[in-house]
């Protein structure tokens, strides 16, 4: 769920996008009081369908117009140094709102080296980028959705990185979840390139008047449930809680973190050759029986069922909601005045613990791209604390865990909760995280309006291992 993108594409060959996920695109504030900036709703991704053809040829089959690189080699202490000519990025529409600040700022400060950036619309972006490779038109840098990060590097697109990533001296404070997604085989792929993560927001206010302490957010599915309760009690079309029902992207960005808060996920195996682990995931089904709770004592809006991530939020924007599952951009969205009202934690899992969605995007360097030696000197560039730090300006969160300074969470104190929230975030490495959660009417929805709406989370969850298991065998075929 970035994990968040736009509706994600329906092609089983072209599985994913936590949060990552064509979504409704929401306006997100830049900065404090800054221009509004177009963001897709998070975790919605719905990805142009790639053709069998495309992804054949990703593999560096004869015919995909493969040419050596330009530049020295990966290993050489000149690659990433001193580079010349231009670098093509291409950076989903999504991103791209910070994608332009670091360019920008990169060809202010390197006279040597010229960045262009072309956004792609992020339900066309998994298609066009396929078709270039193919082609031999690459470009030299991508920012790709971080969960579809897997299926270019499955296909052996993206160039093997591993010497330079190892050489990085901010490593080990780049978001393991985003990182994870880059590797395959020990051997790393690309880098983290900026987060667009999940947590709860909270609404103090409410809280106050309903007699809970404001400074004492839920931490498990028992408090949730608790202070739904005492919040939907003040009445006159308040609710304690609110969800995108009808949003099968939004729902896995905002709910599989409860279920990783416990250290387990419903994909065992590396990609290429995982099972799924549905029924047996007890954190998975206390998760959906939270939300039939939720749901089934009228303690969550009744717009939740119809919710289609085209207004998520609007309702806890406008004061009438305690409690919402959502990302940054909802927050950063808000007016100043209310934005002293919220207040945020990670995701709890049933009994405690907490992760979030490592959703967000990634750089990758296609394998025949012209120039990567300066692709490389630009991603460097753009790991800088300096410039991470001003991911909140594009609605997004930094990569790096060091970011958080005392100066950066006084201006950003509610982007800091998902970057102190960095260390146990997640997002699963597979190749059908688009097939089972961001695909309309796919085996996630079902099984969750299954469950939550009609009740009968036992059958729900039958049926969604069945459609798990049926899911990963059509990406992995």
């Not at 993206?158 to 050489?167: E, G, I, P, Q, Y």
Request: one cysteine or more; glycine letters at 10%; hydrophobic letters at 35%.
């Amino acid at each position: 769920m970035s994990a968040r993108l736009p509706r994600r594409q329906t092609d089983p060959a072209s599985a994913r996008l936590p949060g990552r996920r064509a979504n409704p695109v929401s306006a997100r504030l830049s900065g404090h009081g800054g221009p509004l900036t177009p963001r897709r709703a998070p975790a919605r991704r719905r990805v142009a369908a790639v053709t069998a053809a495309a992804l054949a040829c990703l593999t560096g089959a004869v015919g995909c117009g493969s040419s050596k690189p330009a530049g020295p080699a990966v290993s050489s202490p000149q690659f990433g140094t001193n580079a010349t000519g231009v670098v093509h990025f291409w950076d989903r529409s999504a991103t791209s709102p910070y994608g332009q600040i670091l360019v920008k700022e990169f060809n202010a400060t390197h006279k040597h080296l010229k960045v262009e950036l072309s956004p792609i619309q992020d339900t066309q972006y998994v298609t066009k980028l396929a078709t270039a490779i193919r082609s031999g038109s690459a470009p030299d840098l991508v920012g790709i959705d971080d969960i579809n990060s897997q299926l270019f590097i499955y296909n052996k697109a993206f160039l093997d990185l591993t010497s330079a990533v190892n050489k990085l001296p901010e490593k080990n404070v780049l978001s393991p979840g985003h990182l994870n997604l880059t590797t395959e085989n020990g051997h790393y792929y690309g880098t983290p390139y900026v987060g667009d993560m999940s947590f709860l927001l909270y609404n103090k206010t409410l809280f106050k008047k309903a007699g809970l302490d404001p400074n004492k957010p839920p931490r498990n599915f028992a408090d949730i449930l608790a202070d739904a309760k005492a919040i939907t009690k003040l009445g006159h079309g308040t609710y304690g809680f609110s969800f995108a029902g009808r949003c099968e992207g939004c729902l896995g960005f905002t709910m599989m973190p409860d279920v990783w808060a416990t250290n387990t996920d419903v994909f065992k195996g590396q990609p290429g050759n995982q099972h799924a682990t549905v029924s047996s995931n007890k954190a998975m089904r206390q998760t959906l029986t939270l939300y039939r709770k939720l749901w089934s004592q009228h303690l969550a809006a009744p717009e939740s069922e119809t919710e289609t991530g085209a207004t998520w939020g609007q309702d806890f924007l406008a004061g009438k909601i305690g409690m919402l599952p959502a990302g940054y951009g909802t927050a950063a969205n808000a007016p100043p005045a209310f934005q002293k009202q919220i207040g945020a934690v990670p995701l709890p899992g049933p009994d405690g613990g907490y992760s979030t969605f490592d959703g967000g995007a990634n750089f990758g360097i296609p394998k025949n791209a012209p120039n990567p030696s300066g692709a490389w000197e630009f991603v460097k560039f753009a790991l800088q604390k300096e410039q991470q730090a001003q991911a909140p300006l594009g609605g997004f969160e930094p990569i790096r865990t060091d970011v958080g300074t005392p100066a950066f969470k006084k201006k950003y104190p509610i982007n800091a909760v998902l970057l102190n929230a960095l260390p146990k975030g997640y997002a699963p490495k597979t190749l059908s995280y688009n097939v089972t959660f961001n695909q309309p009417g796919g085996p996630w929805e079902q099984m969750f309006i299954k469950a939550v709406f009609d009740g009968d989370i036992d059958n729900a969850i039958k049926n969604g291992q069945t459609g798990f298991a049926d899911a990963l065998s059509q990406a992995e075929s």
